[in-house]
């Protein structure tokens, strides 16, 4: 849809991003190859594709919260190109945001399980989500203070 409306910002944007954005679309290719594969995988070697699937979670969920950082960090473009190079996608900012949002997604995943399961395996997932959901308001909180602090316009704009 980008690429259709605003052609110049897709080139832009893509050229900055090109790095996280293929990890994302690896993460989610790796995620569903490994989903179908364990399906049809022997006892032997579905723990393999379990952990596969984790990691291709894992690796889609930080690069969406890595690419989120850098578009809210902003790109300095000179006649239509990002200037940053090709790893200033990597700040410490947007490298918090991917942490961020992987731990907001494990909060989500842990709610859908409570609501989904019951007895035992209910109560363990409740047990855990206190940490979680003290650890996605952490996150929230310094992204919060974080935003304001390193970019004046938004700043201007909050307050």
Known sequence: GLMAAFPKVYAIL???LYIPVLCLLAGLIWRGASF???F???E???PFWDKAFMVGSYMAAFFQGVILGAFIDGHHVVDGVATEGIMGW???FSAFTGVGVVIAY???GATWLILKTEGDLQHR???A?????FATLAAIAIVSVWTPLTHPAIAARWM
Do not use: Y
Request: hydrophobic share 45%.
């Open 14 to 16: 893509l050229s900055a």
């Open 36 to 38: 179908e594969f364990r």
């Open 40 to 42: 049809k995988a022997d």
């Open 44 to 46: 032997a070697h579905k």
């Open 90 to 92: 990597l700040t410490p």
């Open 106 to 108: 494990a909060l989500l």
């Open 125 to 127: 997932i409740k047990q």
């Open 129 to 133: 989500t206190r940490p979680i959901m």
